[in-house]
Structure formats: C-alpha cells, structure tokens
C-alpha cells in the first residue's frame, strides 16, 4: 500500500495535533463509522471473556487496590469502579490479554487495545455522547495505524512490541480529543508520550504476562499525557523525529526506513483504520494465513496419520512464531502456544479448529497434539503477500505417502475476507458466554451499534449490567 497522497503537510507531531483538535464527526465517512462499532464489539467481547481467565484476577485485584475504591470509572466484568487510568490499565489488559484482538496487518498494531480502553475511563467519566465516543475512538485508531505502517515493522526488528510503543501516543490523542485540547496541548502530549513509551518483547521466553499489560498501561499513559499538557506541562515538539526520539531511540538503524508521509499525509481524508482485520484465531496473526491452510486441508487427511509437516510463513515473522524452532515445538503454557506456529499448526490439522477451548492447559499438553508439533518446520514463504497480508501455506506428509499442500494468500479476517458486523455478532456472542448470559450480551451489543444516536451512558449501563 503506498502512502496516501491528500490533505496538508507538516511535521509528524503538528499533523497528529492538527487532526486530533480540529476533526468534526461529520467528517468522517460512515463506512468508517461502521468499521469503528464493528471493532469496538469486538474489543469488549474479548474483554468480557478474559475475565474468566488465570491472569484477569490478580490483575483486577491490584487494580482495585492501587484504585483505592469506588472512584467512578467502571472495570469491565467486576463490581467495583476505578480511576479513570485505572480502569483504563485494567481494561486495556483485558481487551489485548486473550490476544484475539484486532490487527492492522501493514502496521502491526493492535489498533482497538492501544485505543479504547482510554476513550471508553474518559467518555464514561464525562457523560459524553456517542458522537464524540466514536470519534475519540476514530483518532486514536488512525494515529496509531499509521504510525504502526511509517515505521514498516521496525519495532520488532529491535525488540519491541509496536502497540505497547504506539499506543502511548494514539492514547494521549484520544484521551486530549475528549478532554478539549488545543493543537499545541496535543504536541505537548505527543512529547510527554514519547518519554513513556515502550513495551519489550522478552515475554516470548517463557510466556510472561506482560504483553497484556503494554496498552492498558498505555492507556494511562496517554491519560497522563494529555491530562498534564492540558494543564501546561511542556514537551518537546519533535517526539518522533528528533534528535533521541522515538525513532533514533526504538529504531536504531531501521530508523532510516521510516516513511514519515504516513503521519502527514491525508489525515481525515483517506482512512487506513477501515482496513483493520479482526482475528477469527486467538493466536498471534502472523499465523492466521497458515492456520486457514492447515484448516483447509483437515477434510483431506481424513484419518490418514500424519508424518511431517512444513508450515510457511512471512520470512520477517519468523522470529516471533517460529524461532527458536525447538523452543516453539514445545509449548508449555497458553502464552508459548499462542506464539507457537508448530502448536498452532498441529493442533489446527488434528482437530479442524482453533479456538480459546484449544489453549487450555489440557489441551495445551495433549500428547498428540504436542508430537505433532515436534514434526513441524517452519519457512520462509516465497508466495507471501505481506505486509498487505498475513499469507501463510502447509505442506503435509501423509505415512500413507500422499503430500497435501495448501497456500492462503488473504488471511481470513483482512482484506476482501473482512468480518461483518454479523460474524462479528457471532464471535462477540461466543467470547461474552463465557462470562454473561446472552440477554446481557445483546444489550451491549446493540449499545454498541447504536453508539452514534445517543450518550455513551447506554453502553456503560448495558457493561455493568
């Protein structure tokens, strides 16, 4: 995808300001309006069903406790009420902890994690309409988008994991869009976040928790950001491109490649949020093109037993899902197997699904599946089409000597696979009834789709139930 070409130029930080202060609702297309309720239900469905998951309690406990009591701002899935940045850190870990949260697939950021867990503390905190809750929502998507699709994957070349990076700063536009700032406060902001800024990748050694934790802990950033550039603080006005910032400091020599006509260009006019994908896996989407061919094919192996098995991939993903390769092939915890293109693979080839049910620990440790897995190598994919898509192929030796291939140029979920609101209905629906009944689950979601007619009060009280 080449940058977009419309709209006014100027620095990174004075277009992000720009854009964030002076956007109308009117101004932004309807079909982006549906794409913004379409991910933001798919955002709480995942929240609602995390917290009935190992890590949501000690998070939810040391939340409540750092809160200090009934402050307001509500908690999704439990009784008591936080500080607006509170309930934003406890929500964004919600939102991103299953990781089956959406993905913008040129950027490779999590869009909706690093933004509504931010919007939803402070519209709740300020009554606000639904209008403006969706517009909150539609400027922090598009600044982290297209800082995700500037920098071309070089976070991850250094180490770091984009959203918990990005989402600092779309949290802050966000977060100073409902608070009323000015252009000059939202560059303030903007500086105040790149001193915050981070997120490190080394939970992929053992499956730690602290990847749910990047955009919750974002989001109170973003909070603080904007909250003390509204009150006068003062930073610097070149975070992205200045002498030690964001870029030098993250991206070291990739630093170079950074494309900066996507933070300039076309803000308010071209919109790359509305090619979001939604995750039909909970795994890491990296995988998702191989998973569908390793799902295509489950009718053809039949009960025939498998012998090998070679699982393609993006060559620039290789490093987060399939190397080290032995540590890959056996899996441990639910964190390992969703970063696992071995696990994943075998499991998806056995079953003909993949699912939340397939990262319980039982499943997780089933003999079988984990053999399998220790028959699986991983390639780079010479047919790829990323980072337009997550592209992925298999390749199956049978023992009876047949060999199976299958290639998925388009991802489910992305591109003309996209989800509609419908099949967005459908997963919400199977996520919340872990957690709620179905009566509650739709009350939320037609708060949801009907965000645009009234006070955001309705979704907050459709969430407390």
């Known amino acids: 995808m080449t940058p977009p070409q419309a709209g006014k130029v100027g620095t990174p930080s004075d277009a992000l300001a720009q854009f964030a202060a002076t956007l109308r609702y009117e101004d932004i297309p309807e079909t982006v309006l549906e794409r913004a309720r379409i991910h933001i239900l798919d955002g709480l469905g995942l929240a609602v069903a995390s ?49 089956y949260d959406d993905t913008h697939l040129q950027a490779i950021v999590h869009p909706t994690a690093a933004v509504l867990p931010a919007v939803l503390a402070l519209a709740e905190e300020r009554a606000l309409s639904g209008r403006e809750t969706l517009a909150a929502f539609c ?123 996507y933070l300039t260009e076309g803000l308010g006019e071209s919109w790359m949020m509305a090619d ?28 025939a037993g498998i012998a090998e098995v ?14 080290p390769i032995e540590h890959k092939r056996h899996a441990k915890n ?51 089409r990323f980072p337009e898509y997550f592209s992925g192929g298999v390749r199956v030796r049978l023992e009876d000597g047949r060999e199976l291939v299958r290639h998925v140029p388009v991802n489910s979920g992305a591109g003309e696979r996209k989800m509609t609101l419908e099949e967005t209905t459908e997963k919400f629906l199977q996520n919340t009834g872990l957690a709620m009944d179905e009566g509650r689950a739709r009350a939320i979601r037609d708060a949801v789709v009907g965000l645009g007619g009234g006070s955001v009060d309705t979704l ?3 969430l407390r139930g």
Request: charged share 20%; net charge negative.
């Open 139 to 261: 400027i922090g998507m598009e600044a982290a988008i297209r800082l995700g699709a500037a920098v071309k994957g070089g976070f991850h070349h250094t180490g770091f994991h984009a959203t918990g990076v990005l989402a600092h700063f779309s949290s802050a536009l966000a977060a100073g869009r409902i608070m009323g700032a000015a252009a000059s406060d939202h560059v303030n902001a903007l500086g105040i976040a790149a001193s915050t800024a981070s997120g490190i990748q080394v939970f992929l050694e053992e499956g730690a928790w602290t990847k749910r934790l990047h955009p919750g802990w974002a989001a109170a950033g973003g909070i603080t950001a904007a909250t003390l550039a509204r009150h006068g603080f003062v930073g610097p006005t070149r975070a992205f491109e200045g002498r030690f910032g964001l870029f030098d400091t993250h991206l070291h020599e990739h630093a170079a490649h950074v494309d900066m006509a």
């Open 51 to 99: 917290t009935v998951f190992p890590f949501a309690g000690p998070t939810l406990a040391a939340v409540e406790e750092l809160s200090g009591g009934d402050k307001g701002a509500t908690v999704i899935g439990r009784a008591f009420r936080a500080a607006p940045r509170d309930a934003a850190m406890a929500n964004g870990v919600l939102i991103h902890g299953l990781d």
């Open 310 to 323: 070679d699982i393609y991939l993006p060559e620039d993903t290789l490093k987060i899902v399939a190397e």
């Open 334 to 384: 639910e964190y390992e197997a969703k970063f696992s293109a071995p696990f994943v693979v075998a499991s998806t080839l056995l079953k003909g699904r993949f699912g939340l049910a397939d990262l319980t620990d039982a499943a997780i440790a089933d003999g079988e599946t984990q053999a399998l897995a220790r028959r699986c190598s991983c390639h780079a994919d010479p047919e790829t």
């Open 460 to 462: 907050i009280a459709a």
């Open 276 to 303: 979001t994908a939604l995750k039909p896996y909970p795994v890491c989407h990296f995988i998702h093109g191989a998973a569908d061919a390793a799902l295509d094919l489950r009718d053809e192996i039949g009960g």
